[in-house]
């Protein structure tokens, strides 16, 4: 049995006003979920985020992380820095810090690998393009992406990990991958997780991404490896983000 985890990715966005209004209304409205739930703010809200949540078990997660515990690494954040503010989670390897900030698997691989010795749950981030979607590329892409961390770190580290699906194309597009698309894809990342190891693919958490919202989120949660999800423009809204939670929970 896996407890379904929806993780809330802010991004760029927000201030101190509108994320104290936002994490108000969801110790409120998320309070009785089943499902997990996370919010990973800008790191520069991190520290306030955490004083607003006390008393929740609204868990808080970074979006990026250095491989480098300390040092002369202008602009970073370390480990130790996001362990200071218990943070639970850290989402690597998005997609936009694979094609923004040229963040390649192997560098996604030595994150994972630092992340997951200190302590910290890493959310592993795998995807297509569009470009190769449509060339029939998705698992052998998805596959390198997981394959590359799982390589250089050993399943063994996976045992806190989560896996989040998120087609490059469906992000912050408004074009949600069907149900069976999803289901498709994360079938197949727990089988190749399983090509290591059968119980930790059993166990593993694989959420989906790209433009979940309160309307789409129950027919792709009811899936059977779908584990949840990572939202983006959705989670800013506490409505829609709660409605989500609802969906995740009641599977
Ligand atoms: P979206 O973003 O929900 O706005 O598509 C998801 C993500 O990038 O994690």
Known sequence: MR????????????????????????????????????????????????????????????????????????????LPMLNDLDCEYVILGHSERRSLYAETDELVAEKFIATEKAGLKPILCVGETLEERESDQTLEVVGRQLKTVINAAGIEKFVNAVVAYEPVWAIGTGKTATPEQAQDVHAAIRAMVAEYDADTAAKLRVLYGGSVNAGNAAELFANEDVDGGLVGGASLKANDFTAICQAAGAQ
């Open 3 to 78: 407890t379904a985890l929806v993780a809330g990715n802010w991004k760029m966005n927000g201030d101190s006003a509108f994320i104290s209004e936002l994490i108000k209304e969801l110790k409120v409205s998320t309070k009785s979920s089943d499902a997990e739930v996370l919010v990973c703010p800008p790191f520069v809200y991190l520290s306030e985020v955490k004083q607003a949540l006390s008393g929740s078990a609204i868990k808080l997660g970074a979006q990026n992380v250095s491989q480098n515990n300390n040092g002369a690494f202008t602009g970073e954040i370390s």
